[in-house]
């Protein structure tokens, strides 16, 4: 059984940055996309982005310059580095791993971005 573990969440001010981690537990992490998405009070999960196995990278309009997602493959983690945060990115951040069969899950970490 695969685990997802969402780490790194928090309050921030305006123009800050945080990096969140996403951790997989077993052997299959290195093969798979991973996707970052967010969900904020009252809206539906939005896909912020996301990294192939191999480390290609896609980012929706609204984060795009301000976030970067990397891997670690070795460390079976994935990484959302966000920058100049703003009042409207916070939400509850969710790293999924995806396979053919089957979409992992983590539980969230909530960021705020407020002053």
């Known amino acids: 059984q695969v685990q997802v573990v969402e780490s790194g969440g928090g309050q921030v001010q305006p123009g800050g940055s945080l990096r969140l981690s996403c951790a997989a537990s077993?052997?299959?992490?290195?093969?798979?996309?991973m996707g970052w998405y967010r969900q904020a009070p009252g809206k539906q999960r939005e896909l912020v982005g996301s990294i192939t196995s191999g480390g290609r990278t896609n980012y929706a309009d609204s984060v795009k310059g301000r976030f970067t997602i990397s891997r670690d493959n070795a460390k079976n983690t994935a990484y959302l580095q966000m920058t100049s945060l703003k009042p409207d990115d916070t939400a509850v951040y969710y790293c999924?791993?995806?396979?053919?069969?089957?979409?992992?899950w983590g539980q969230g970490t909530q960021v705020t971005v407020s002053s």
């Open positions: 999924c791993l995806g396979t053919p069969a089957h979409q992992y």
């Open positions: 077993g052997s299959i992490f290195s093969m798979f996309s």
